[in-house]
């Protein structure tokens, strides 16, 4: 597994989406770096980062993978973990796996399961992915990722994710896609005990405000915290919000 660590203190895990990468989390690590160490890592496929097996590849497997990485880095129990998007579902994952292995849980643009009518969409782009490569997915991935309001201010972003997303494993992709539109942990997320903090983004399509607030109500005490006019991607959106909101949880939970 590639990871990247920079800064000094309490550990806080970055784990990426699907859709974007590690590097997308640069600009919020050199934020939190000030206070915190900070370990990006590369999911498998992503990076440098081994590809697993993509026969019936599930996020829990992603989560265990991330959490024996952790436990390589070192991370004690009072490390955060955060995920956006992929990245929620996996932390999601490893709170439910490996829950006593670290402390407070951060997820954004996260859900329990995906409505059937969203499940589709996954399943496209794995049959693009694997019939095409990730050229052939990505101007379908690219639209999954901002909002319309972000890319009219930001015409270079769509072309910036695009060169990302050709350089992903197309197999590990289409696994990883395939995982997605199977996942279903209702039940399970009850069972998380760490201190969470569910972040939503208010015009977020790809992942729905209901869906951050049905996985808020099914985690005992956690909180809901929802950024306005943000899509999908806080941390390429949003980052000085995000930041104040992560750091506002884990003052709060310290």
Aim: a negative charge; charged letters at 20%; proline letters at 7%.
């Amino acid at each position: 597994m590639e990871v990247r660590t920079s800064g000094r203190g309490p550990e806080i895990v970055l784990i990426h989406s699907l859709l974007t990468g590690p590097e997308a989390y640069d600009q919020i690590a050199k934020a939190l770096a000030s206070h915190h160490t900070v370990h990006r890592v590369f999911l498998p496929g992503f990076g440098s980062s081994t590809p697993l097996p993509q026969d019936d590849l599930s996020i829990a497997d992603l989560a265990d993978v991330a959490a024996k990485t952790m436990e390589e880095l070192g991370c004690d129990e009072a490390a955060t973990v955060f995920g956006n998007g992929l990245g929620a579902f996996v932390a999601l994952n490893v709170g439910i796996r490996h829950g006593g292995a670290f402390g407070p849980l951060i997820v954004a643009n996260v859900g329990a399961t995906f409505p059937e009518d969203r499940r589709g969409a996954f399943i496209t782009m794995s049959q693009l992915a694997d019939d095409g490569g990730m050229p052939a997915v990505a101007d379908v991935a690219v639209k999954r990722i901002f909002p319309e309001s972000f890319v009219a201010k930001h015409p270079t972003a769509l072309e910036r994710r695009r060169a990302v997303l050709e350089r992903i494993d197309p197999g590990a992709f289409s696994a990883a896609c395939r995982a997605l539109a199977r996942l279903d942990v209702s039940d399970e997320v009850r069972t998380i005990e760490n201190p969470t903090l569910v972040i939503a983004g208010s015009i977020d399509m790809t992942t729905p405000p209901e869906m951050a607030r049905d996985v808020a109500r099914r985690i005992p005490g956690a909180r809901l915290v929802t950024i306005a006019d943000c899509g999908h991607c806080p941390q390429l959106e949003q980052p000085t919000a995000l930041v104040e909101v992560i750091q506002t949880f884990l003052t709060d939970a310290g």
